[in-house]
Structure formats: structure tokens, C-alpha cells
């Protein structure tokens, strides 16, 4: 694919998919979100009461919903102008949430040192610029404070990975190829929609966190808990193999 597509051309598709996206998500997120990431997130981001939070790349808003509901003070960007009017539309008026416009690559809006936590659910994987997107998360951050953030795996979800199936269906295992493979490429997402995803490795990821001058704090590969099992039996597969990975890393001056 065209290696020039960058941010830009990600985010018309955002704005074309923002209805439909929102559609699967309660407030506890879609599927995916319920099962693997929105335990996660809590569990990494600890007591968030009066904390200053940003929600980078919030979508139709429902983990900042969560966020503001438990006590936090909670900023909410996102580059998809319909993705905000959702968000604004899903929050009630006795939630408190600043929702503002712009691209998580370039936040010059907001001032350095700002938030105790920052937050980002699967967005740096929509980036084409995620060194600055990790750059500005920095400046943005008080010293001591955490950016917790989740993507599809990098070792894992790959631009070509899939189940093998045998004729009948049935699947065998999960193949992976082009791990090596740095740029974007088309996920499809819903019906009609094909989304912009970027891939890198993740060395990649982890060196660029060490360059940017974060402290590595925690890693989670977020499988399905007991109670998940138990409420969604399908998603007893997701023991073959990891679709997400979370980072917790601090800025330690
Ligand atoms: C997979 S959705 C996740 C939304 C939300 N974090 C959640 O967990 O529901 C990705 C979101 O990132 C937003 N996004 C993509 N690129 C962005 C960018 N450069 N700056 C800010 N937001 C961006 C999209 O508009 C979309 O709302």
C-alpha cells in the first residue's frame, strides 16, 4: 500500500466509521473492550480521584465516562469530529468531561506538565507519527506521572495473521507473517469500512518509549478472566493466543 497515507487519511476513515463503531459499544466499551482492556486500564491506572487525566484518542467516550464517574478530572482528545459529537451526546450533564479536538501527534493546546495520567485505548496504532504522539504524552505528563496505553499486539496481529481453518471451518491455528513489516496497511472493520492501521515490532515500540525518556513500568497481555468465561464462553479461544498488549510507563525526571 501507498506508504505516504499517513494521520490524515486514518482519521477520514474514523469519521466515516464513527456511527457504526459506537453502535457496538456500551459503557463498558465493545466486546473486546469489556473481556481484555477496560480490567486492564483500571487495574494499571490504580485510584484515579482527583487525579487530572487525559483520555488520548477517547472516541465516543466511554472510558472517560468512567474516569469522570470514579472522581477524576478528565480531558478528552480525539481527531474525529463526529467521534466528539458521540462522546458529547453519550454524557450525561452531571458528568464533567472536557472534550477537545485535535491529533494526540500535536496537542501544542495543551499546556506541559499537566496531567497526573494519561490514557489511550487503542490509538497508537492509528498513528503514523507515534514517536511525536509519544513525545507530546511526555511533555504533557507532571514528573511521576504514568501513561498507560493498549494495542493490538504487535507479535501477533500483524498485516497478515489470521486463523488457518481446515475446509470445514474449523480453526487450527493462528498464523502469523510479515512481523518485520513497518508501515500501514488496510484492516477491514465493520461491513464496508476498511481502516488504516500502522504496524511496527515490538522492539520498535519499547526502544521508542526508552528514547522518549519513559520509565518501563508494567506490561499486560490481558487474557479473558473466570467471570468473562463464564458471561461470554467464545472467548475461551483467547487463551491460543494475545491480541492486545498494554504499556504502564512513568516520567521519572
Ligand atoms: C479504536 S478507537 C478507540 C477509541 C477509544 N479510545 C475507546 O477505547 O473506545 C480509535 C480512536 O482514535 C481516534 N484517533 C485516531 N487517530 C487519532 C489521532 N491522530 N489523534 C487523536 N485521535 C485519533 C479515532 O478517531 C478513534 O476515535
Redesign the pocket.
Known amino acids: 500500500m501507498d506508504q505516504n497515507v499517513g ?1 490524515e487519511e ?2 477520514k476513515r ?2 466515516r466509521f ?1 456511527d457504526a ?2 453502535q457496538n ?1 456500551s459503557e463498558q ?2 466486546l473486546h ?1 469489556e473481556v481484555f ?2 480490567p486492564t486500564l483500571l487495574s494499571l491506572l490504580e485510584k484515579v480521584e482527583n487525579k487530572s487525566i487525559l ?9 472517560s465516562r468512567i474516569l469522570a464517574r470514579s472522581g477524576a478530572n478528565v480531558i478528552a ?4 469530529k ?2 466528539l459529537e458521540i462522546a458529547q451526546e453519550r454524557t450525561s450533564k452531571d458528568i464533567i468531561i472536557d472534550y477537545q479536538y ?4 500535536d496537542l501544542h493546546f495543551l499546556q506541559d506538565c499537566t496531567f497526573d495520567v494519561i ?5 497508537m496504532h ?4 507515534y514517536e511525536k ?1 509519544f513525545q507530546e504524552m511526555y511533555r504533557l505528563l507532571k514528573n511521576g506521572g504514568s501513561f498507560v496505553f ?1 494495542i493490538l499486539h504487535p507479535c501477533f496481529v500483524t498485516p497478515e495473521s489470521g486463523w488457518e481453518r481446515t475446509e470445514d471451518g474449523k480453526k487450527l491455528h493462528w498464523n502469523v507473517d510479515q512481523y518485520f513489516y513497518e508501515g500501514v496497511y488496510e484492516q477491514p472493520l465493520g461491513n464496508n469500512e476498511k ?1 488504516l492501521l500502522f504496524h511496527r515490532t515490538l522492539s520498535n515500540y519499547l526502544n521508542t518509549l526508552i528514547e522518549t525518556g519513559f520509565n518501563l513500568e508494567k506490561i499486560v497481555e490481558p487474557k479473558p478472566s473466570k467471570e468473562m468465561i463464564r458471561k461470554y464462553p467464545a472467548f475461551s479461544e483467547d487463551f491460543r493466543s494475545a491480541d492486545f498488549i498494554v504499556f504502564k510507563v512513568r516520567k521519572n525526571l
Do not use: P, Q
Open positions: 494521520t486514518s482519521i474514523w469519521e464513527a463503531y459506537s459499544h466499551g465493545d473492550k482492556l477496560t483520555d488520548a484518542g477517547c472516541g465516543e467516550g466511554y472510558f482528545v480525539d481527531y474525529s463526529r467521534m485535535g491529533n494526540c501527534e490514557v489511550s485505548n487503542m490509538v492509528d498513528l503514523a507519527k504522539a493498549s481502516m
